[in-house]
Each structure stands twice: as structure tokens, then as C-alpha cells.
């Protein structure tokens, strides 16, 4: 009975180029990190094709090229990847638990698989947004959420009343740290080597912004 439930679904009408059983989360988390690993200008139609097991026809068909699909598996990324990150910020402890347990996040998405150190958003989009305009202006958009998110979290304590630089600098410190912390990542620097610059981090941030 499955077997024929199979045939069925890959008799019936699909778009040209794609294959039965085509997985759209599998081709963007094999794109992203082909990628990631890369860089946007290191990898070929070719190789994202065998990343994502898509052939090029459903490759544009489904993404319409190269750039639409590094897009689309940033929007994954963030969603699969960078997700974990920012809910670590809470509010679930005090703000110094809290902001340790983001800087924890950070050191390992961007240590935890040699084959794809750093940061998707951090390294290869910043990388690639220096000639493209509409890669800079997406970039813009990912720091900008990531910032109000770190202000929401320094507001939750009232850090705007009480700390000595405003608020909206704290978070934008706050991410630059981190991105600071992803790019030695990116570089080879260890777990080791960067989970104590990570806790320092929060520990400057609470004394700076609180």
C-alpha cells in the first residue's frame, strides 16, 4: 500500500527539473553550508547543485539562481542555526546568566563544526555585501534585529535608567563582541581558546551597560 501511495505521489504533477521526494530543507541546509564553508564568491552552480542533491534545472526552477538561493539559506540559517543563539538571551536568569549563556552560543556555532567555522551572517554575507548592494542592505537588516534584540533583553533591566553608556551602544557593543568572538572563530581559534573571551565579554557588558 506505501509503495503504491509512492507512485502515485511521483505520478502526479511536479515542476520541471525537480525530483520526487524533493526535500527543500535538505537543498537549503546543503547550500547553506556549502556556503558557509566557502564563501559566497568559493563555490559554483556546480557545487551548490551537489550540496543541495539538486540538478540544475531545479536549482533555478525552485531558487531562480545563485543569489536567490544564498538568501533563502541565510533565512535558514537564521531560522536552524542562529535561533538557538538569540533565545539564549531570555530573559530566563539574571542578566549576567543570560548574556554568558548568548556569549555560550556563540562560541559554539562558531567553533562546533570544523567544516563550517565562524558565521554564515557574520563572515560570508559581510564578506560578500561589500559589492553587492543588496547583500550590504541584508546584512544591515540581520545586525540591526540582532542588536534590538540584546536592547530588549538590557531594557528587561532596566539598564537604560541605570548604565553608563545608552542603551542602543550596549547592544551594538554587545553584538560586536560577539562578532568579534566569530570571526577568531573563523580565523581557527578553539572552543577553548574562546569560551573565557566569552564570558568576559558578559561580564564587561553588565558592568558597562548595568
Request: charged share 20%; hydrophobic share 40%; with cysteine.
Amino acid at each position: 500500500m506505501k509503495e503504491c501511495q509512492m507512485e502515485q505521489r511521483c505520478a502526479a504533477p511536479r515542476p520541471k527539473g525537480r525530483p520526487c521526494g524533493f526535500s527543500e530543507s535538505s537543498a537549503l541546509e546543503g547550500a547553506m553550508r556549502a556556503f558557509w564553508a566557502s564563501g559566497y564568491d568559493g563555490v559554483s552552480i556546480d557545487t551548490l547543485c551537489r550540496a543541495s542533491q539538486m540538478s540544475r534545472a531545479s536549482l533555478y526552477n525552485r531558487f531562480g539562481g545563485k543569489d536567490a538561493l544564498f538568501l533563502a539559506a541565510i533565512a535558514y540559517y537564521t531560522e536552524t542555526r542562529l535561533r538557538v543563539v538569540v533565545d539564549a538571551l531570555g530573559p530566563q536568569g539574571t542578566l549576567k546568566e543570560d548574556l554568558t549563556a548568548f556569549f555560550a552560543q556563540v562560541v559554539q556555532l562558531g567553533t562546533s563544526d570544523p567544516q563550517t567555522p565562524g558565521c554564515l551572517i557574520s563572515c560570508v554575507l559581510s564578506e560578500a555585501a561589500g559589492s553587492n548592494q543588496t547583500y550590504h542592505d541584508e546584512l544591515e537588516r540581520r545586525y540591526i534585529a540582532l542588536e534590538r534584540r540584546i536592547a530588549v533583553r538590557l531594557k528587561a533591566d532596566d539598564c537604560a535608567a541605570r548604565g553608563a553608556v545608552p542603551l542602543a551602544d550596549a547592544a551594538a557593543l554587545t553584538a560586536a563582541m560577539a562578532r568579534g568572538i566569530i570571526l577568531r572563530a573563523r580565523s581557527g581559534q578553539s572552543h577553548a581558546q574562546l569560551a573565557p573571551v566569552g564570558d568576559a565579554a558578559a561580564e564587561a557588558i553588565v558592568r558597562l551597560s548595568c
